[in-house]
């Protein structure tokens, strides 16, 4: 009896090793090929990290080069080589890394494929713009390819990531599934082995019961979404010991797995925001740009400085909103900086400043006080003021500055670089249109109108005096005997003598009188608004100072001037081209001519 009852335990105890092998084989194997699965799932997140970070890195190189065309910085230059390096090595790892995939694999073979011709192109628009092309660098960036190229990267990036989710996805559920067909083995194989021990082993039903509910215990932690639930109760045997490591390793890489996949998610969040970001960004500075390019074309057209002042005042505000400020540019000597338009409240100083005054000038470059005491401060601003200096250069020569009240930040940076380069091309531009059209009206010599703006403005003034029913005036005067300055004292002595007579001309008359050189020692002069008796006066006080110039050349007195003059009015019944009126002053000067010269002489028949 004893006998067949050890047999009995002995047939039990051997049976009960036996299932206790068999269990623990099969838990064993279970967790292997669940830490396996979690070991693909976390391969997953690394393919999906890496691919984002190379995306972003993609979109560092973007803007580091359109920043390097637009700024012309080195610094962004840098950045983008390192950018698109790091870009590069990344997905190079993501290829390899998909190789387990043909299919993911020939879709990050085709995304790097997109991904270097996107490369190479950014990389020959920086190129040229270190060779010094910017020009040709900014119309193939406004070409669109590169936009188009990059969406199309952006697109391919989208589905292989859905798709490698989709993969994560479905190794993350392996991973559940054989969580549950643990715990479903540890039910089963702990119920059968209590079943064949249960009339007696109950110290072999305890060992297996305990760490069993432990288990159970932490599972359901974890299905309740408690992912740091870990096992840390002694197991009391080797094999669910090594079961407890293996599950709480398991639950590491899953927790890990989460995490990654959170983290991932905040990231393509984060990409998205700061994409958008981007958009506003550069739709801004499109608005910017076509607004300037608006004012640009304006300025290129102005005529006089008042349209010019005009079209500043109207557009930098927008450009700049709420940064008051004035345009300063070098007067012709180069010797004092003259006001030419002021906007937002701010009043230009209208004795204007010298050069050496601003340190922008001085420098060639930006100079600003962001804070009291924080740089030296220019000697035509306050002491305790904040301000930005910004010179204007154009062909390497400083042309004016842009006095601004106020801090400029650095997105307004921008703004305030393409603002100064439209403004000191406009200035120069304007500068060459009235130096050109001044050598088309002034004669070279006495600096007066020349006779084809004479008798353009007669005409104007006619009308004019037409429509409105003013006086209209015209003075016909020449030098008497100055052939005799040629001939004693050379062409020289008739040059400077001509030259005086014009100055004291000028001087003379009034600013709204137009005084023109009619040709060789002759002179007209147009009068708005004065009758020709009225005008008699001022003529008469003309000659009497025309004839107390004093002209010396080379030591010696080139002797005394006179002049004589013919006036006359415009009337209705004249033509409209002046021809007439100069006629009735030409006679009237003739006439002054046969009474003995230096004399003025009113045509009264004319009027």
Not at 65 to 78: M, N, Q, V
Not at 150 to 176: G, H
Not at 240 to 252: K, V
Not at 572 to 593: N, S
Request: aromatic share 6%.
């Amino acid at each position: 009896m004893l006998a067949s009852l050890s047999s009995r335990i002995f047939a039990l105890g051997a049976l009960v090793l036996l299932a206790l092998g068999a269990f623990a084989a099969i838990v064993l194997d279970s967790s292997r090929r669940a830490g396996e699965a979690v070991q693909w799932a976390n391969h997953s997140s690394s393919v999906i990290e890496n691919t984002q970070v190379t995306m972003n890195q993609l979109r560092a190189a973007e803007s580091g080069a359109r920043g390097y065309i637009l700024t012309r910085s080195p610094a962004f230059a840098a950045s983008f080589d390192e950018a698109i390096s790091n870009a590069q090595q990344n997905f190079g790892r993501v290829v390899s890394m998909t190789r387990d995939n043909p299919i993911q694999f020939r879709r990050a073979q085709e995304l790097a494929r997109l991904i270097g011709e996107r490369s190479e192109m950014m990389r020959q628009t920086v190129a040229m713009g270190r060779r010094g092309d910017f020009a040709n660098a900014q119309v193939k960036i406004a070409g669109g390819q590169g936009r188009e190229l990059m969406d199309a990267v952006i697109v391919r990036t989208a589905n292989f990531l859905e798709n490698e989710r989709e993969l994560q996805s479905s190794r993350t559920r392996d991973v559940n599934d054989r969580l549950v067909w643990t715990e479903l083995l540890v039910l089963v194989g702990a119920g059968l082995v209590a079943l064949v021990a249960a009339f007696g082993l109950w110290l072999l039903v305890r060992g297996i019961d305990r760490p069993r509910a432990a288990m159970l215990r932490v599972m359901a932690d974890l299905g309740d979404g408690q992912r740091g639930a870990r096992i840390a109760e002694d197991m009391g045997s080797r094999e669910f010991s090594e079961l407890a490591q293996s599950y709480n390793a398991m639950a590491d890489r899953l927790e890990r797995a989460v995490a990654d996949q959170v983290s991932s998610e905040a990231q393509l969040q984060d990409a998205n925001a700061e994409l958008l970001l981007n958009g506003e960004t550069l739709r801004q500075r499109g608005e910017v740009i076509e607004m300037l390019g608006g004012m640009a074309h304006r300025m290129q057209a102005a005529r006089t400085d008042d349209e010019l002042a005009q079209i500043i005042r109207v557009f930098v505000p927008r450009v700049l909103p709420g940064i008051a400020g004035a345009l300063y540019a070098h007067n012709n000597s180069r010797n004092l900086l003259i006001p030419i338009a002021g906007w937002g409240g701010m009043e230009a100083d209208s004795e204007g400043f010298a050069p050496e005054q601003c340190w922008a000038l001085r420098r060639g470059q930006s100079h600003f006080l962001r804070e009291v005491g924080s740089d030296i401060v220019c000697s035509h601003t306050s002491p305790d003021e904040i301000y930005h200096c910004e010179p204007l250069l154009a062909g390497g020569e400083v042309i004016g500055v842009l006095y601004l009240h106020g801090t400029v930040e650095d997105e307004t940076r921008f703004r305030l670089t393409v603002l100064a380069e439209n403004i000191a091309s406009a200035l120069v531009n304007h500068r060459l249109q009235r130096s050109l059209r001044e050598q088309t009206i002034r004669d070279p010599l006495t600096g007066l109108f020349n006779r084809r703006y004479m008798e353009e403005t007669l005409t104007l003034e006619i009308a004019r005096a037409g429509r409105s029913g003013l006086p209209l005036s015209l003075v016909m005067c020449d030098i008497d005997h100055f052939k005799l300055f040629n001939d004693e004292f050379g062409h020289d002595a008739g040059d400077a003598v001509l030259q005086a007579v014009a100055a004291e001309l000028k001087k003379q008359f009034r600013s709204g009188d137009v005084v023109c050189r009619f040709g060789g020692e002759e002179f007209t002069i147009i009068a708005p608004g004065t009758s020709a008796t009225v005008l008699q006066d001022r003529v008469e006080q003309v000659r009497n100072a025309v004839g107390e110039i004093n002209v010396r050349l080379k030591g010696r007195t080139l002797g005394l001037i006179s002049m004589s003059f013919g006036i006359a009015n415009w009337s209705a019944g004249m033509d409209t081209d002046g021809e007439h009126l100069i006629q009735a002053a030409d006679i009237a000067l003739y006439q002054a001519k046969r009474e003995g010269r230096n004399r003025v002489i009113v045509n009264d028949a004319a009027e």
